[in-house]
């Protein structure tokens, strides 16, 4: 079955602490994998896509096939940084994981 | 500019009631979206349109129809409105291809009473 896994519901650090927001995610075939947050009271956007590797805002995610993983890190938090972050996975349509909200305390 | 618009922002209505939520895009995409968002801030599917045709259509109640009347709108309308139909309604739109980002609206606030 297809399906991304947000284990955390809520995390919370304090400003400049380290962040780590897990993904897990179940397909048989080659994963394309996004991340998409959410501020408060704003749509939805696209943060950052395995494919380019890219560093957005500070934050990385790096595709582990053999862990089926795609966390999403960012050395030091900063307090906008606090909003609900979705990993998803495109298969034929983007399946999303249930969202971690993030709060970072100044 | 606006990219993804909905219209209403917020819609508060009866049980039973008909109502419909509007959703525009002037990306020029091909393919547009209808998400539910629920209490939980679980984000899932309902629909999908590609140069308009259906090409997506998650397990949603008949009483859920989208209308898209040309590439640049995709309305849905929402029959006998019931409880469980309260959520935040997200409209997105994306060139076709899994690599392409999607651009979401605003959201729709539904709630029924």
């Known amino acids: 079955a297809q399906r991304v896994t947000q284990p955390e519901k809520l995390l919370s650090v304090f400003k400049g602490a380290p962040v780590e927001l897990k993904c897990n995610y179940s397909y048989s075939g080659s994963p394309e994998l996004f991340w998409y947050v959410q501020y408060s009271r704003q749509r939805l956007q696209l943060l950052l896509r395995h494919i380019s590797r890219e560093s957005i805002k500070g934050f990385t995610a790096d595709l582990n096939k053999g862990e089926t993983s795609f966390h999403l890190k960012k050395p030091f938090a900063q307090e906008e940084d606090s909003a609900m972050y979705y990993c998803?996975?495109?298969?034929?349509?983007?399946?999303f994981g249930t969202g971690t909200r993030l709060q970072v305390f100044p | 500019d606006t990219a993804v618009s909905q219209t209403p922002k917020y819609l508060v209505t009866q049980m039973g009631n008909d109502k419909s939520i509007k959703c525009e895009q002037n990306l020029g995409h091909d393919t547009m979206y209808w998400y539910k968002q629920d209490s939980k801030k679980f984000l899932k599917i309902m629909f999908s349109y590609n140069n308009k045709e259906l090409i997506i259509n998650e397990t949603v109640p008949n009483r859920f129809s989208p209308k898209s009347p040309d590439k640049a709108h995709l309305n849905l309308h929402i029959n006998s409105l019931e409880l469980g139909d309260s959520a935040v309604y997200f409209c997105?739109?994306?060139?076709?291809?899994?690599?392409?980002?999607?651009?979401f609206g605003p959201g729709t606030r539904l709630l029924v009473l």
């Open positions: 997105a739109s994306s060139q076709a291809g899994s690599l392409k980002t999607q651009y």
């Open positions: 998803a996975l495109f298969t034929d349509k983007l399946i």
